[in-house]
């Protein structure tokens, strides 16, 4: 397949992608480093967030505070996000103006200055998003349930990282993380939009091709986590009047063949998940949980997703409990749905209704210059873009036995974390 | 500093919408339809508003009009809840209604081939919403549940208290998802009279845009809602106007084992009919959002490292919203960034802005146009916006020259309208705080 896009790396290792996208007068363009709070140890647990914040900072050629006037300016939108497997800097330009962008990514790949009074400030800028983060229960509760989830593999650890690691780590600690995972071979390059791919290349190689290779440290090898031997319950007791239930199960990473038939599982349990950056959802009050648990007035709302990963992670479901009922309630409604899910397949009906959802979130996905260019990269973080462009083929390959057994090998108690968010506060419906 | 200023950025107006690119009809029942074609993608979007808010509920029915539009899809006189969402989410569509101050919202969207069920389903519940009484019990606890996180969250208690000290005896005081008091009371009744008086298609607009040609979209819609009528539905009552404070006001909330403390801080805004609403729009710009959050993003988080986030806000609906300031801060820092914050704002009003940042925030609020029209929603956006706020279907082609003719005396003379560092709500919520 790859119609119309271009696959190609430079002599440096950089990877390139190019798309060509003609729709509108626009170009988003977006690096991709293989580096995230999986490649982190204790004691700097949060770097690479921290990393992504000083990449904002200054360079000799771009100092602190003028790339972000710059990049306004010309009317554009950039952003970066540090996530489990990786860190990615994107703009979404004018096409005309998408030089600058591709200036900018260039030069922070090795020039930032990680100064000194500029990181000490940026540290309390990210205490101050951490503490914000600790304000919502759902997010106590989710930190607790990644813990318990994974004993030795770092995804162990919030991508924010521990407040202890974030008041203690130094400017040379992020230097180094920086220099070792900030190179071309360390990166995807993925541009989608209005421009012409020959040209394109060129200006890439231009800008990226002198940009040395050397630098990169080789990893530890990323232990595997080892397999869960009986349920894992955690508790977290906190401000609020509302329960909260978070039930995580281990599930293997996006390239397992079984990545497919459990997402069509997620859409008949929880509704369907879009894995978009843009684009918009979907509700899921015809999923089974909604049945279950909040038309018989258990819980307030629940929701639940898969993520695409590198390695196993994931599949969680959370619960807004009601306050007039517990959580032990909510995991009982649970249960008993899980085991009715065991019990009787999920229906062909439930099948191509996952199906016809998935291939409307692509298209609404597909509206958006930036969500392509996003998936144009994201993809080859954790698999390559063929992962993407047969996605929907290998959904719709999917047999409701699949489902069936993907259910039976994945929902089991052995292999989950229940989390509950006790709230320590008055229940005035009780 | 060099001056860096840069003739503004040229577009093809042509790629705007525009009357060439709009097709607009007026049906007789009142109902305003407008429609634009995006075949980049095959899907459509359905938006619309309706006049019915929570102008139209009384300070002890707080909430029924957003209790009312979230009911709507809980079953109509042919079909259950049950039949509605699978009917609904079997397409992987969506359909979703919710009510502020002034309007009712709704939002649908499709693929294109299921654009006559979208519609069908929302003419269906507009117009004959069966409101069961178990749905509406279950949909209220839902909500009360939502109102007891919203009462437990800094960022939402400090804006509730802020608007509050700004608009005093104002509905634009109140929160349009009521209280857990005010909620706790409504019933299907309630809900039920309220749809009868406020709703209807007088005053109603609804824009569709994606791959669907713009005529047919037109009469899809006439062919769905063109023969609803009401006779019973009531004018929007006339909004009092805002007293407006006299001083500095100030309101501390405490929320014992939260990590973070929040504040609002700012002054009554212009509404968006205002003739300077763009002006002061550009000047928000400057003041704080602009590159990374503006000058307050520059002294609160880029100098002083205070804040993961802090931006000012200006919302111009109908009436005259909030010119206002938030921030996240470390609860030992609220002082120190709320004077930095007075500050900067009294900065601004006393000297105004530099020719450099008029003419950086004049070229983004022009070169981003396009980014802002790529999405269907973007562009229904922006035809519900020109509709209901009466700027002209030409607008966003008069809007580059309109932005480029903005000077910096208009922007200091808009700004010492609006913003006076010494006539001010504050408002804070946080784990330290005390009762104020």
Do not use: C
Request: net charge negative; hydrophobic share 40%; no cysteine.
């Amino acid at each position: 397949m790859s119609l119309g896009v271009l696959r190609t790396r430079l002599r440096n290792g950089l990877e390139v992608r190019l798309k060509e996208i003609h729709t509108a007068p626009l170009i988003s363009a977006w690096v991709w480093y293989r580096v995230g709070s999986r490649n982190e140890r204790p004691g700097t647990t949060g770097i690479s967030h921290l990393v992504e914040h000083m990449q904002f900072k200054g360079t000799p050629h771009f100092p602190a505070g003028v790339l972000d006037k710059a990049i306004s300016r010309d009317g554009g939108y950039w952003n970066a996000m540090t996530w489990l497997d990786w860190t990615a800097y994107f703009e979404t330009m004018p096409a005309g103006s998408i030089d600058l962008a591709l200036r900018l990514e260039a030069d922070r790949m090795v020039h930032s200055l990680f100064e000194t009074d500029e990181f000490e400030s940026e540290r309390t800028v990210v205490i101050a998003e951490r503490q914000g983060n600790e304000n919502e229960p759902t997010f106590r509760l989710a930190e607790e349930v990644q813990a318990t989830a994974f004993r030795v593999h770092p995804y162990h650890h919030e991508v924010i990282g521990h407040m202890a690691d974030l008041e203690t780590m130094t400017r040379d600690d992020l230097y180094r993380h920086y220099r070792a995972h900030y190179v071309p071979g360390n990166a995807v390059l993925a541009v989608a939009g209005d421009f012409q791919t020959r040209a394109m290349l060129a200006t890439i190689r231009e800008l990226f091709g002198h940009l040395p290779t050397s630098g990169r440290v080789r990893e530890p090898v990323t232990p595997a986590e080892p397999e869960q031997r009986g349920e894992k319950r955690v508790v977290v007791e906190g401000p609020g009047e509302t329960p909260y239930l978070d039930i995580a199960y281990h599930v293997p990473a996006a390239r397992s063949d079984d990545f497919f038939p459990l997402s069509v599982l997620d859409s008949a349990l929880a509704g369907a998940s879009s894995l978009n950056l843009f684009g918009g959802g979907i509700s899921n009050k015809t999923s089974r949980l909604y049945k279950a648990l909040v038309e018989r007035e258990v819980a307030a709302s629940v929701g639940g997703g898969l993520a695409a990963t590198i390695d196993p992670y994931l599949y969680s479901i959370q619960a807004t409990v009601r306050p007039d009922r517990t959580p032990e309630q909510a995991l009982q409604a649970f249960d008993d749905e899980v085991a009715r899910l065991l019990d009787h397949p999920v229906s062909a009906g439930e099948v191509a209704k996952a199906i016809k959802q998935a291939r409307a979130l692509f298209a609404y996905g597909s509206e958006s210059i930036t969500n392509q260019a996003f998936w144009l990269g994201y993809s080859e973080i954790f698999a390559d873009y063929a992962w993407f462009e047969t996605y929907l083929e290998r959904i719709a390959q999917v047999t409701p036995g699949d489902v069936h057994a993907a259910a039976q090998k994945y929902l089991v108690p052995a292999n989950r974390i229940v989390g509950i968010y006790r709230p320590t506060g008055e229940q005035p419906h009780a | 500093m060099p001056d860096r200023r840069r003739p503004l950025p040229k577009l093809d107006i042509r790629s705007l919408p525009g009357p060439a690119t709009i097709e607009r009809r007026v049906l007789a029942n009142g109902l305003v339809i407008l429609a634009r074609e995006n075949f980049s993608s095959p899907s459509v979007i359905v938006s619309g508003s309706l006049t019915a808010g929570a102008l139209d509920e009384t300070k002890a029915q707080g909430g029924l009009a957003d209790l009312t539009a979230s009911a709507l899809m809980r079953g109509s006189t042919s079909r259950t809840f049950e039949q509605i969402y699978e009917t609904i989410e079997s397409l992987g569509a969506s359909l979703s209604f919710g009510a502020g101050t002034h309007s009712t919202s709704f939002r649908g969207k499709s693929l294109a081939e299921d654009l006559p069920m979208v519609l069908g389903l929302a003419s269906e519940v507009l117009r004959a919403p069966a409101f069961p009484k178990k749905q509406v019990e279950r949909l209220r606890a839902e909500k009360l549940t939502g109102l007891t996180i919203r009462d437990q969250d800094t960022g939402s208690v400090a804006q509730l208290t802020f608007d509050e000290l700004l608009y005093g005896d104002h509905p634009y005081s109140l929160p349009s998802d009521g209280f857990r008091e005010t909620v706790s009371r409504l019933t299907d009744g309630s809900v039920r009279g309220f749809h009868r008086r406020a709703y209807g298609p007088r005053g109603t607009l609804l824009a569709v845009v994606g791959a669907v040609r713009a005529r047919q979209a037109l009469d899809a819609v006439e062919a769905a809602l063109g023969d609803w009528r009401n006779p019973e539905q009531q004018m929007q009552s006339e909004m009092p106007s805002v007293a407006g404070l006299a001083g500095i006001v100030r309101r501390d909330r405490a929320l014992p084992g939260k990590s973070q403390s929040d504040l609002v801080i700012g002054g009554i805004g212009p509404s968006r009919y205002d003739p300077d609403y763009l002006t002061a729009a550009l000047a928000n710009s400057i003041l704080g959002r602009f590159g990374l959050m503006g000058r307050l993003g520059d002294v609160v988080r880029e100098s002083a490292g205070l804040a993961y986030s802090v931006a000012s806000s200006l919302s111009g609906g109908p009436g005259p919203g909030p010119w206002q300031v938030v921030a996240g801060v470390s609860p030992a820092n609220v002082d120190r960034a709320l004077d930095l914050i007075r500050k900067e704002i009294r900065r601004f009003v006393q000297r105004g802005v530099t020719p450099q940042e008029l003419n950086d925030n004049q070229a983004n609020f022009i070169g981003r146009l396009p980014l802002q029209m790529e999405s269907n929603e973007g562009v229904a956006g922006a035809l519900i916006s020109m509709e209901r706020f009466q700027l002209g279907l030409d607008f966003y082609q008069r809007y580059p020259d309109l932005v480029a003719s903005i000077t910096r005396e208009h922007i200091l003379a808009t700004s010492r309208r609006f913003l006076e560092p010494d006539v001010m709500a504050i408002a804070v919520a946080g784990p330290g705080a005390a009762e104020g």
